[in-house]
């Protein structure tokens, strides 16, 4: 079956620190991926996603890219703010009525 | 648009009483799902539904009953609530062409 393996956390950073946090899958098709964010007291909300190998997504200032050949989507940030705390999902979906795969989440907290 | 929206925000249980967690959308989204997230463990998926009168389990749906009668509602029922019960729970809904979840704000529920 499908599975998400990404980073433990928590990952404490400094404000303005290059953020990664590391994502591998496994599927038996080709996914789409998406990383998910939940801020405190949150549900989760999208991100950003990439739907074919190479794809770049991006959003707020994150980004990360579909690598088929090492089957990961990590996801980075050049300099990350205190408003970036929250607990990331890395996911993948095979589509139409196909189960959402997710990740265990990494907590991120950024400290001034 | 609301979005997804879920009530109660907060519930506490004792061991053996019964409840429904209400979760509505109003994206005409056929796709329904109810998460739980545990420390540690992700989300993991307890059921989902592909469209009105249509339901299957997820990886975790001992103790947990649903039903579909609309396209909007998929409210989750605890027949005899369980202190294994006490997380969070989320409800998400998506349109098969649309791989995108949009979740709910969560139920935080606790059984004593």
């Known amino acids: 079956g499908n599975s998400v393996t990404q980073m433990e956390g928590p990952v404490t950073l400094s404000e303005e620190a290059f953020l990664t946090i590391n994502c591998t899958y496994t599927a038996t098709g080709y996914p789409s991926l998406f990383w998910y964010v939940q801020y405190p007291g949150e549900g989760l909300q999208l991100l950003l996603k990439a739907t074919k190998a190479d794809d770049k997504g991006s959003n707020k200032g994150f980004e990360a890219t579909y690598r088929k050949e090492t089957t990961s989507f990590h996801l980075e940030k050049g300099s990350v703010q205190v408003s970036d705390s929250a607990v990331y999902f890395c996911a993948l979906s095979e589509g139409g009525y196909q189960k959402v795969t997710f990740g265990t989440g990494t907590k991120l907290q950024v400290i001034p | 648009n609301a979005g997804v929206t879920q009530t109660p925000k907060f519930q506490v249980l004792k061991t053996g009483q019964s409840m429904t967690l209400q979760c509505a959308q109003d994206m005409n989204h056929e796709y329904m799902s109810w998460y739980r997230q545990d420390p540690g463990m992700g989300l993991r998926l307890i059921h989902y539904?592909?469209?009105?009168?249509?339901?299957d389990q997820g990886e975790v749906p001992n103790g947990y009953n649903v039903s579909r009668s609309t396209t909007e509602d998929f409210p989750l029922r605890l027949l005899s609530a369980a202190p294994s019960q006490t997380s969070v729970y989320f409800c998400a809904s998506r349109s098969p062409g649309d791989e995108t979840q949009y979740f709910g704000p969560g139920t935080r529920l606790l059984v004593l």
């Open positions: 539904s592909v469209g009105a009168g249509i339901t």
